[in-house]
Antibody, heavy 118, light 106 residues
Framework: DVQLQESGPGLVKPSQSLSLTCTVT?????????WNWIRQFPGNKMEWMGY???????SYSPSLKSRISITRDTSKNQFFLQLTSVTTEETATYYC????????????WGQGTQVTVS | QIVLSQSPAILSASPGEKVTMTCRAS?????MHWYQQKPGSSPEPWIY???NLASGVPPRFSGGGSGTSYSLTISRVEAEDAATYYC?????????FGSGTKLEIK
């Protein structure tokens, strides 16, 4: 079965960059689908951040476009999130998820990783 | 971006009751997805493309709607249904989520 696992620093200083890794097992990220980053803030508001497709193309939320980059390492079946110039308001739980390219249906999610900006 | 408004924010029901929660979009969307989330866990896929139940979702759940108004209905609530339910649209970038309806069981 498909499994996703986030990893990365739990604490980031304001104005620095946040970098997270999503390791995928049970499915190749180059076969199909869009590989997404989604975050959930305290109070539970959820925000889609962007994705990298199996082809390698990317799409980002316009609100983050100047600060976000999603890349991948196909040899390790991993994809990555980098978010620059973070603020304390970006403290959140960060999830990676597999999404349908046709409908953006997030059928598989990682367990999430808590990132505190302080 | 398309804003999704969910109501009610909190829904309290007794076991066996029928409940409906709604999700209204600021513009027409093609389809709506729904997720269930319990405290300390990731969102679980629940209903996709408006009315299709994800694998393992009990048939007492159903989804419907079109345009700007969508709903999730539970025909007979059970204790295990206590959770927060989120809607999500995919018609336009950015894909957006509603703020959630928390279902409490009396």
């Amino acid at each position: 079965d498909v499994q996703l696992q986030e990893s990365g620093p739990g604490l980031v200083k304001p104005s620095q960059s946040l970098s997270l890794t999503c390791t995928v097992t049970g499915y190749s990220i180059t076969s199909d689908y869009a590989w997404n980053w989604i975050r959930q803030f305290p109070g539970n508001k959820m925000e889609w951040m962007g994705y990298i497709r199996s082809s390698g193309s990317t799409s980002y939320s316009p609100s983050l476009k100047s600060r976000i980059s999603i890349t991948r390492d196909t040899s390790k079946n991993q994809f990555f999130l980098q978010l620059t110039s973070v603020t304390t308001e970006e403290t959140a739980t960060y999830y990676c998820a597999r999404g349908s390219t046709a409908t953006a249906w997030f059928a598989y999610w990682g367990q999430g990783t808590q990132v505190t900006v302080s | 971006q398309i804003v999704l408004s969910q109501s009610p924010a909190i829904l309290s029901a007794s076991p066996g009751e029928k409940v409906t929660m709604t999700c209204r979009a600021s513009s027409d969307v093609r389809y709506m997805h729904w997720y269930q989330q319990k405290p300390g866990s990731s969102p679980e896929p629940w209903i996709y493309a408006t009315s299709n139940l994800a694998s393992g979702v009990p048939p007492r759940f159903s989804g419907g709607g079109s345009g700007t108004s969508y709903s999730l209905t539970i025909s007979r609530v059970e204790a295990e249904d206590a959770a927060t339910y989120y809607c999500q649209q995919w018609s336009s970038n950015p894909f957006t989520f509603g703020s959630g309806t928390k279902l409490e069981i009396k």
